[in-house]
């Protein structure tokens, strides 16, 4: 099974940044479609944003379109959200995902689809 590690989480002042990475083990990971959800207290958990396996396409949600950068460097089996700009409301649980599914851009940005997810790690953005 595959298995999915976060770190980077934190407490940042707002207009920080934060830079989380997603360790996955397994044999497949550059054939996955990865994904960060996040989950604040009391909220559903909601997608920030995907990446092919190629690293050529992603998508993000509204809110973090223009300061969220998802990456990946598939030779280190390794995910990247680069998390800039942060606000308050962008404190949450934060959680790798990843799934064998094609890229589909009608799914991709939904918990659904994703088969595999990390344990989460935290950022704390303070006011």
């Known amino acids: 099974q595959v298995q999915l590690v976060e770190s980077g989480g934190g407490l940042v002042q707002a207009g920080g940044s934060l830079r989380l990475s997603c360790a996955a083990s397994?044999?497949?990971?550059?054939?996955?479609?990865m994904g960060w959800f996040r989950q604040a207290p009391g909220k559903e958990r909601e997608a920030a944003a995907a990446?092919?396996?190629?690293?050529?396409?992603?998508s993000y949600a509204d809110s973090m379109k223009g300061r969220f950068t998802i990456s990946r460097d598939n030779a280190k089996n390794t995910v990247y959200l680069q998390m800039n700009s942060l606000k308050p409301e962008d404190t949450a649980v934060y959680y790798c995902?990843?799934?064998?599914?094609?890229?589909?851009?009608?799914?991709?940005?939904?918990?659904?689809?994703?088969?595999?997810w990390g344990q989460g790690t935290q950022v704390t953005v303070s006011s």
């Open positions: 995902s990843a799934t064998p599914s094609r890229w589909s851009s009608a799914s991709v940005l939904r918990p659904s689809a994703y088969h595999y």
């Open positions: 397994g044999r497949s990971f550059s054939t996955y479609t």
């Open positions: 990446i092919s396996w190629s690293g050529a396409r992603t």
